[in-house]
């Protein structure tokens, strides 16, 4: 057990600090967004969308979030896991995760959405096995990112991408996953976010 705090550890303080406040951003945002969210219908699933396009938030985040999802029967049975915990999670795959969002954008479509400026967060919930529960994705509300697209989107994510545990944690319990990243990066074909979390999770392997 001391063995594996101390590879935590090693982690990197600056690492486990960014991951922190990033989930401080994003459990903040939901909560205030509860006040003002509505439906949309896509091809075959309904979203929730919480937040504003206009008045007093216009310019913060829109969450999107799957109706199949239900976030309050998830928190009855489950405990969510710390944050050292939260970071033991190892995506299965860079480059799957770049071949979703180019299967469900043209290549137009994303030079026009970098030209844009749009960034989106893709946040995964995760059980102690790391399989995928729920998906939720964090854009600015000026977004022209539409529903259908995240729809195409959250299928293809759903397809390809896994998660493995690199450390052992407590049963019914849960985890999240975030990759923040820009259209930029996804034209590119390379995302930070994730090569940190490959690099930083070599050692489990």
Do not use: C
Not at 54 to 78: A, H, M, P, Q, V
Request: proline share 0%; no cysteine; net charge neutral.
């Amino acid at each position: 057990m001391n063995i594996q705090i101390d590879k935590l550890n090693r982690l990197g303080f600056n690492s486990l600090k960014m991951i922190f406040f990033g989930l401080i951003i994003f459990s903040t945002t939901l909560l205030n967004a509860q006040e003002n969210k509505w439906e949309v219908k896509g091809d075959q699933n309904n979203y929730i969308l919480y937040g504003s396009r206009k008045g007093k938030t216009e310019g913060k985040f829109i969450i999107y979030s799957n109706s199949n999802y239900n976030d309050d029967e998830l928190k009855k049975i489950r405990k969510h896991v710390d944050i050292n915990e939260f970071y033991l999670y190892r995506i299965n795959n860079h480059e799957l995760f770049i071949s979703a969002f180019k299967n469900s954008f043209t290549d137009n479509r994303i030079k026009e959405l970098v030209q844009n400026d749009e960034t989106i967060k893709v946040t995964f919930i995760l059980d102690e096995n790391g399989k995928i529960m729920a998906v939720y994705f964090m854009l600015l509300s000026s977004t022209s990112i539409n529903v259908y697209e995240i729809e195409k989107l959250e299928n293809e994510l759903l397809k390809v991408i896994s998660f493995i545990v690199t450390n052992p944690i407590e049963d019914n319990s849960f985890g999240s996953f975030a990759v923040r990243t820009s259209f930029k990066e996804i034209l590119k074909g390379e995302i930070k976010a994730i090569r940190n979390n490959e690099k930083s999770t070599e050692e489990y392997l």
